[in-house]
Structure formats: C-alpha cells, structure tokens
C-alpha cells in the first residue's frame, strides 16, 4: 500500500490566517478522511468525506475532494494557536478496506 | 464521541523484557481494532487488525511472534512486545471501528491517545 502524499510537509502561520493543506493518492477510494494529531498524542478523527462528495464543512474546517486529480485539501479558516498540530490524510486501502493507508502529514504551527 | 483509552501512556522497559498495552474502547463495542506504530516525525504505520474473537491479521514485515496481539473482548484488545530491544522503541497506537449510522456503510476509527515505548 502506497501512502498519500500531503504538501506541504510543515506549515507555519500567523494566527487569523488559513491555512490549507493539500492530500494526494495514486488508488481508487469510496472515502477520505483528515485526522488531526497534537504533539505525542492520539490522532482525532476530523472529517469523513465520500467520494461522491466534493466538499464537505465542519465548523472552521473546509474539505475538498477532487476523484478526478486524485487529491483532497483541507482548509483551516480563521485559525488559532490551538489549531498548532500534525494533519493527516488517511484513505481506505485497496478501495473499501477497513484498513486505513495515512499520508505523511502536514506539520501546522500557529503563531499567536 | 467515541472514547479509547490505551494504558499505559507511557513505558520504559529493558531490553529482553516484554511489555503488554491495552487498547479500551470505552463506551462502545468494537469488533475490529488497529495497532498502529509511529516513529518521531512520521506518519502512522499499520502493524495489524485485531479482531474479536479470532487471529490478528499482521501487515507485511510485522513479526507476529514479536507483536503478540489479543482481543479477548468485544472491548479490550492487547499488544504484547515480546522480548524488546532498543529499536522496538516507538509511539504505538491503537484505534477501534464503529460502524456509523445510515444507509451507506461507513466507517470512522477511534484513536488511543498512545503509548510510548522506550527500551534501554
């Protein structure tokens, strides 16, 4: 199984700003998902989105999908000190597998 | 939300020694649990898929002598490293799946905040 690739690798912002990070992959899915990750801790289970979705919103969270380019994006808006975290994309392997493949996450620090 | 717990959070061992973690779901029934590793600064690596009631499912390249996996309970599942060295030091983490409501069968997994094993 072939991990995702998320870019970029760190992010470094000013509180208020947006912040958007970008998920790729190579196989067909029925969905994607972005999980958040605070520094030696649990990952956190944000947003699921389907492939027959093509955005999806939760809060100050902002989810793409484009099946078409292979490639999701997640959209921090108005962000916070607290949003300061590791971001992970993370796809069904092998299409509907239980099993979920992570990206390398995007690495978000919000300067106050 | 779904809540996991995992125990200990954090544990050092020496080197022979076996260690055992617990992965909880809390306030739902899981089938199905993942034991993940992570290295610093790195993704999540699936190690296995434990399933209630039957052998885990080992990822390739996971020593499944090593990683003695159990999941005696529709709430409990256990990760055993036996006989640790240094480079099984690492950040292990465990989720479970619940199946979410509807029409479309979907699915979310639940993470354990960690354990992070340190062999000296």
């Known amino acids: 199984s072939q991990q995702g690739e998320e870019d970029p690798q760190a992010l470094s912002i000013q509180e208020g700003e947006n912040a958007t990070m970008n998920c790729s992959y190579k196989?067909?899915?029925?969905?994607l998902q972005w999980y958040r990750q605070n520094s030696g801790r649990g990952l956190v289970h944000l947003i699921l989105?389907?492939?027959?979705?093509r955005e999806k919103h939760s809060g100050r969270l902002r989810v793409t999908l484009d099946t078409s380019k292979k490639s999701s994006s997640l959209l921090i808006t108005a962000s916070r000190a607290a949003d300061t975290a590791s971001y992970f994309c993370a796809r069904p392997d092998q299409g509907g597998s239980e099993k979920l493949v992570f990206g390398k996450g995007t690495k978000l620090t919000v300067n106050p | 939300g779904a809540v996991v717990s995992q125990h200990p959070s954090w544990v050092i061992c020496k080197s022979g020694t076996s260690v055992k973690i617990e992965c909880r779901s809390l306030?739902?029934?899981?089938?199905?649990m993942f034991w993940y590793r992570q290295f610093p600064k790195q993704s999540l690596m699936l190690m296995a898929t434990s399933n209630e009631g039957s052998k885990a499912t080992y990822e390739q390249g996971v020593e499944k002598d090593k990683f003695l996996i159990n999941h005696a309970s529709l709430t409990l599942s256990t990760l055993t490293v036996t006989s640790a060295h240094p480079e099984d030091s690492s950040f292990y983490i465990c989720?479970?799946?619940?199946?979410?409501?509807?029409?479309?069968?979907?699915?979310?997994?639940?993470f354990g905040p960690g354990t992070r094993l340190t062999v000296t």
């Open positions: 196989t067909s899915i029925n969905n």
């Open positions: 989720s479970a799946r619940r199946p979410s409501t509807g029409k479309i069968w979907l699915y979310e997994q639940y």
């Open positions: 306030d739902f029934q899981a089938t199905t």
């Open positions: 989105i389907r492939s027959n979705e």
